[in-house]
């Protein structure tokens, strides 16, 4: 299975918003609304920040929100702050009863 | 409230089986799906596998045949077995929850992860 693709890198200045892109096919993210998002930092684990493509876990900020339009999804921050700069990875469930995850992307706070 | 904790050698020499165990305290294993993701140096995060307290399991297709994961529920523990490992195996392996329990479909709670370097 291939990873689903998102962008190596994005970034913003604090307070604004960016969005990432998380491609798959219809195997995937276009089939199934179990995609989910993880921000990892530095030598930490990943921590889970959006699931079921728009819902988020509690006590992650409001700032994260997440949408899917066939077979991409995005996760958006807005009001960006100096703490989100991190790595972001998407999953999705796939029709072979797997998981994958996207590449990575990398956010810089400018 | 739940915790992951990985353990296992951090050094293995290729052809050997890579061993993992997972400890989960604070919580049940049943109930849930249990998973392992690893991260190669550098690189991004890779699925390896899961298992259902049932007993179902399922495991990435790219690691062939390679891989089993197993339970221990009278300890709390369930474990990873990588046979035939090369040096791209080495990676930061963690466990981590699948909470279906609070429909969670997705990866909720994560071990701290523990580095496994394959070389003679």
């Known amino acids: 299975q291939s990873a689903l693709t998102q962008p190596a890198s994005v970034s913003g200045s604090p307070g604004q918003s960016i969005t990432i892109s998380c491609t798959g096919t219809?195997?995937?993210?276009?089939?199934?609304?179990?995609v989910s998002w993880y921000q990892q930092h530095p030598g930490k684990a990943p921590k889970l920040m959006i699931y079921?493509?728009?819902n988020r876990p509690s006590g992650v900020s409001n700032r994260f929100s997440g949408s899917k339009s066939g077979n991409t999804a995005s996760l958006t921050v807005s009001g960006l702050q100096a703490e989100d700069e991190a790595d972001y990875y998407c999953?999705?469930?796939?029709?072979?009863?797997?998981?994958?995850f996207g590449g990575g992307t990398k956010l810089t706070v400018l | 409230q739940v915790q992951l904790q990985e353990s296992g050698p951090g050094l293995v020499k290729p052809s050997e089986t890579l061993s993992l165990t997972c400890t989960v305290s604070g919580g049940s294993i049943s109930s849930y799906y249990w998973s392992w993701i690893r991260q190669p140096p550098g690189k991004g995060l890779e699925w390896i596998g899961y298992f259902f307290y049932s007993g179902s399991t399922n495991h990435n297709p790219s690691l062939k045949s390679r891989v089993t994961i197993s339970e221990d529920t009278s300890k709390n523990q369930f474990s990873l077995k990588l046979s035939s490992v090369t040096a791209a195996d080495t990676a930061v392996y963690y466990c981590?929850?699948?909470?279906?329990?609070?429909?969670?479909?997705?990866?909720?709670?994560w071990g701290q992860g523990t580095m496994v370097t394959v070389s003679s």
């Open positions: 219809s195997s995937d993210v276009g089939n199934y609304n179990y």
């Open positions: 999953s999705s469930y796939t029709s072979s009863s797997t998981l994958i």
């Open positions: 981590a929850r699948v909470n279906i329990v609070a429909t969670i479909n997705a990866f909720d709670i």
């Open positions: 079921d493509v728009s």
